[in-house]
Nanobody, 120 residues
């Protein structure tokens, strides 16, 4: 059984930084992609950043140049470094692991979400 545990959210002033972490537990053979999404109140969940198994990254236009997605030395951990935060970045942030291969087969998984609040 794979479980994702997120951490690192909180309250920060505009212009500040936060680093989100997402650690996957379980006997994982491989992961196709590690993503971060966010959902603001009253809005749809949106894709923020993608990290493929090959190491390629992609970002939403709204966060390019400010956010960085990376994989930890413990390969089943993904980070989202968020700099120059703006009030419009306020949302619940979710990590999403796609194509997680275990002895039981392949599946996708979601973290529980972590709140990021940016004050003006």
């Amino acid at each position: 059984q794979v479980q994702l545990v997120e951490s690192g959210g909180g309250l920060v002033q505009a212009g500040g930084s936060l680093r989100l972490s997402c650690a996957a537990s379980g006997s994982i053979f491989s992961i196709n992609a590690m993503n971060w999404y966010r959902q603001a109140p009253g809005k749809q969940r949106e894709l923020v950043a993608i990290l493929t198994g090959g190491g390629s990254t992609n970002y939403a236009d709204s966060v390019k140049g400010r956010f960085t997605i990376s994989r930890g030395n413990a390969k089943n951990t993904v980070y989202l470094q968020m700099n120059s935060l703006k009030p419009e970045d306020t949302a619940v942030y979710y990590c999403n692991l796609v194509g997680v291969l275990t002895a039981e087969g392949g599946s996708d998984y979601w973290g529980q979400g972590t709140q990021v609040t940016v004050s003006s």
